[in-house]
């Protein structure tokens, strides 16, 4: 069976969706599917006046009432309405169009003009509903107001009016709202899962969750903005699509797209000089105290901006002030120079940048960005802490262009290029990362307290560890750099709490190394010790400790032990809300507790917060997530679910890698296809894989051995069982009894007593739900017992582990078979013949079956065992009573029962 994307030939994908993308109402009736049904509903009611569509400003309002018009057209006659900006000076500014109709006997007086428009729209609609379409009602003059209350109320016509909010239209209005003969129908910006849907729906072939959600980031989740955004991203190619997914050019934002240019500069040309200032110093600096900008432009017009809803203002500390709608600052700084960048910039910071004490990360961020744009260098102390701050905030890009002005001094020196180290690693470059880390000179070094310099020391090994071939010289670097911070405390140069954190610093290296390589038994003692908060100068590294040594635990065979700490980690995390490091390292490390569990469903529900993830994350981790989210369904035996993931996640990082994990996504790619039956799809994969030797992490490691090996063994490899064997036997002599074991679970498929004492024994070394499963099977398989294998298919079950379930039922089978128990194997049957309606293809299928049931026949058989008669039954499925006799002769010969009570048993 092939396994392929459904989507047209190269260049197909690319043309069609540039041609959806084209198609505004499309796209209206897409992502407002729900508010156009309910007001269609609204105005089809004889009670109603019409339907009031709010929202802020451009959200595409105008463009669900056009869908909503277009809708109706067939059954209704529709009219198309729009008050002038100066309409409230024009008398009947709002029906100029229908006026120009009026004959000149009806345009006497408002009484003549107000009965001769209805007898008009009345005429036009020849006994259909009529229906008046009105755009910036808020600007309607008396007597279009007047008119059209009138045609309300009288049931000539009803309203579809668009408006920012109800309280916007005129007062004879508010009533009809009140009573709800007006109904408003908001439109709000659309939530994460409804923007992936449409963008689905708008580009075909497959939009990785990454992708979509950074589009969704990058319009607010407003839907006319991602319709722009899309649209220009396309013809631009910054949006393209390889071998059926959609990949995203990291340099894509919407400060660039010409059609989002012209909205916003349509919406700042409506203002006030004084307020267009004000707008632009905000878009530059992004976020800035309200006494700062109070003082710069006075508090007057500031007023006015916020009653306006153009700018909102923090309640607490320095009532930080940003623009209310961030995309009209990011279009807004593609308009200014850079002298008027300057001009803003004099204005706002008249005294020199704020004190670092006196402002929030996001100002910090703002400032840097506002003064790279002016050419203008930061501060060294501000540039240190806009860099540290963007590495927290996943943005290692920017971290190196807020210290690209920095000139060398030896008191910074090495912090700052540790910061630049740290963010080349995040980019992947550990040979720069080493460059500037070894641009440090030793009398810069000299100068740096213990716990800088064992900082300095730990970006060091962290480098080393990833360039090729050097990964051998990071223990020789941790131990030196504890020398040398043992020395400077020998000599003085530290109190007893400097001592203490320098030094927990170099035990977390050297725990995370140890991690890397897969050498926990080596540190576990320690790892113990400080997680209890031995050595531990601080809760926040005693919870990283904590952190690493949950993982120690499992691959050591303590599973249970490690949840438990895993969930009081969980329970403490609150205490450290703004710790990027601590909440990566629970996040990355749990991930494995509960994947080597079995646990796979909290693993997805453990990924579920990349939905609010800031855009610059979702650039840098987006890819690890998706991998993430295939690699729990194809342990889970879900090769079908996996696969898009795993897709989005090869093409994400074919084009930007991280943490070296394309191997795994390869290889897990393979393992999906191959549980789906496709050898083909499963070898180009695996292809792929040969050849790619890149320093990675030993768990990365074990995932690329583990489901490379699995797809060879799952299409005929006849080495691949070996190999997971030697591997498994690696991991014994090192203590890994939860690898082991998992390897030695997809070894011994067909595997002989010797693998399967092994398995028996690893297992035994082990806790928890998973490694009983491996226990029961090997022990069933090798002595027969059919209770053992029973349970650990109850037991696969509840871990709803499909394929390893179907793999116990299976054996249980052939053994009840051998053995004669019919009970035993009635019910292994039937527990197949549920799961081959979720499984592909079973992985091991036994030769001893019976009789696979039909989907009809099963259908049957599920009713009668329930107790219903054959003409209940014959009604449910619209059959004939002689048809369902007949299903059910086959059901009992097929299953070797001859009583509803006996079906009941089995099914």
């Not at 989507?7 to 508010?35: F, I, M, N, Q, Y």
């Not at 009809?856 to 014959?874: H, W, Y």
Request: contains cysteine; negative net charge.
């Amino acid at each position: 069976m092939g396994i392929k994307l459904d989507v047209p030939g190269s260049g197909h994908l690319v043309r069609e969706a540039r041609e959806r993308s084209a198609d505004r109402l499309r796209w209206a009736r897409t992502v407002r599917g729900k508010e156009i049904a309910e007001a269609i509903a609204v105005l089809r009611d004889p009670r109603s006046y019409g339907v009031v569509l709010t929202g802020d400003a451009s959200l595409g309002k105008s463009a669900v009432a056009s869908a909503l018009v277009s809708e109706l057209d067939a059954t209704a006659h529709t009219v198309r309405l729009r008050s002038t900006i100066v309409g409230r000076e024009t008398p009947y500014g709002a029906l100029a169009l229908l006026l120009a109709r009026l004959p000149e006997v009806d345009q006497g007086d408002p009484g003549s003009i107000m009965r001769g428009i209805l007898k008009l729209l009345a005429a036009d609609a020849g006994g259909r509903m009529s229906v008046v379409a009105l755009e910036t009602a808020n600007n309607l003059d008396e007597l279009s107001t007047a008119t059209l209350v009138n045609v309300m109320v009288t049931g000539t016509s009803k309203l579809i009016i668009v408006a920012d909010r109800a309280s916007d239209l005129p007062v004879d209005f508010h009533w009809m709202i009140a009573e709800e003969r007006l109904r408003e129908v908001p439109l709000a910006p659309l939530a994460p899962e409804q923007t992936l849907s449409a963008l689905s729906e708008l580009l075909g072939g497959l939009v990785p969750r990454t992708v979509g959600l950074q589009l969704h980031a990058m319009s607010r989740g407003n839907p006319q903005v991602a319709l722009l955004t899309v649209s220009e991203l396309l013809q631009k190619g910054l949006l393209a699509e390889a071998d059926g997914v959609w990949r995203l050019s990291p340099d894509a934002d919407t400060g660039s797209i010409r059609q989002l240019d012209d909205l916003v500069r349509a919406r700042i040309e409506r203002e006030p000089a004084d307020v267009q200032t004000v707008i632009e110093a905000l878009a530059c600096a992004r976020r800035i105290s309200l006494e700062r900008l109070v003082l710069a432009f006075g508090g007057e017009v500031i007023a006015r901006m916020e009653d306006a809803g153009l700018i909102a203002v923090d309640e607490g500390g320095r009532h930080s002030t940003a623009l209310t709608d961030p995309l009209v600052g990011d279009v807004v700084r593609g308009w200014l120079s850079v002298p008027r960048r300057r001009e803003l910039r004099r204005l706002l910071l008249a005294d020199g940048e704020p004190p670092l004490e006196v402002i929030t990360t996001v100002e910090l961020l703002g400032l840097a960005a506002w003064t790279r744009e002016c050419h203008t260098p930061l501060p060294v102390a501000h540039a240190v802490a806009a860099a540290a701050a963007s590495l927290r905030l996943y943005d290692p890009g920017f971290a190196l262009e807020c210290l690209d002005s920095v000139e060398r001094e030896p008191s910074t020196w090495p912090t700052v290029q540790r910061l630049r180290a740290r963010a080349s690693l995040a980019l992947q470059l550990p040979r720069q990362a080493l460059h500037y880390l070894e641009d440090v000179t030793e009398e810069e070094l000299d100068e740096l307290t213990p716990t800088a310099a064992a900082k300095f020391a730990v970006s060091r090994a962290e480098a080393t560890r990833w360039v090729p071939g050097r990964g051998g010289e990071v223990a020789g670097l941790l131990a030196d750099a504890r020398g040398e911070v043992l020395l400077r405390i020998g000599m003085g140069g530290a109190d007893d709490a400097e001592a203490r954190h320098a030094m927990a610093l170099l035990d977390l290296a050297e725990f995370e190394h140890a991690a890397f390589t897969g050498d926990y038994a080596g540190v576990v003692d320690r790892l113990e010790a400080m997680a209890a908060g031995r050595g531990a100068p601080d809760d926040e590294l005693r919870l990283i400790a904590a952190c690493i040594l949950m993982e120690a635990r499992t691959v050591l065979g303590r599973e249970q032990e490690a949840l438990a700490l895993m969930h009081e980690i969980a329970s403490q995390l609150d205490r450290h809300p703004t710790s990027a490091r601590l909440r990566h390292e629970y996040g990355s490390r749990a991930f494995i507790v509960l994947l080597y569990n079995g646990h796979w469903r909290q693993c997805l529900a453990l990924l579920k917060g990349m939905p609010q993830w800031p855009l610059a994350r979702l650039r840098t981790a987006g890819a690890s997530v998706e991998l993430a989210m295939g690699l729990a369904y194809v342990y889970a035996g879900r090769g079908r679910d996996a696969l898009s993931y795993l897709l989005s996640a090869t093409a994400l990082l074919e084009q930007q890698p991280v943490l070296n994990s394309l191997g795994s996504a390869y290889a897990a790619t393979a393992f999906a296809y191959a549980q789906l039956g496709d050898a083909v799809g499963a070898r180009l994969w695996l292809s792929r894989l040969d050849g790619l030797a890149l320093p990675s992490s030993s768990a990365a490691q074990t995932v690329t051995e583990f489901c490379a090996e699995m797809a060879r063994r799952w299409i005929g490899d006849p080495g691949a069982s070996r190999r997971l064997v030697a591997s498994a036997q690696e991991d014994i002599l090192r203590g890994r009894w939860n690898r082991a074991g998992i390897k030695l679970v997809g070894a011994t498929v067909e595997g002989g007593p010797e693998e399967l004492r092994l398995l028996e024994a690893v297992c035994a070394r082990r806790q928890g739900p998973l490694a009983e499963v491996g226990l029961f099977l090997a022990r069933g398989s090798r002595t027969g017992d059919l209770a053992e294998l029973t349970r650990a298919a109850d037991l696969a079950s509840s871990l709803e582990l499909d394929a390893l379930e179907s793999r116990c039922a299976a054996v249980a089978l052939e053994k009840a078979s051998e053995q004669g128990d019919t009970v035993t194997l009635r019910l292994m049957q039937a527990r197949l013949d549920a799961l081959a309606g979720r499984l592909p293809l079973l992985p091991v299928a036994p030769s001893r079956a019976l009789p696979v049931l039909t989907m009809r026949e099963r259908e049957v058989a599920v009713l009668a065992a329930k107790g219903t008669s054959n003409r209940k039954i014959a009604e449910d499925l619209g059959l004939s009573v002689r048809t369902v006799e007949g299903h059910l002769y086959q059901v009992f010969a097929k299953l070797s029962v001859s009583t509803r009570s006996e079906l009941a048993g089995i099914l």
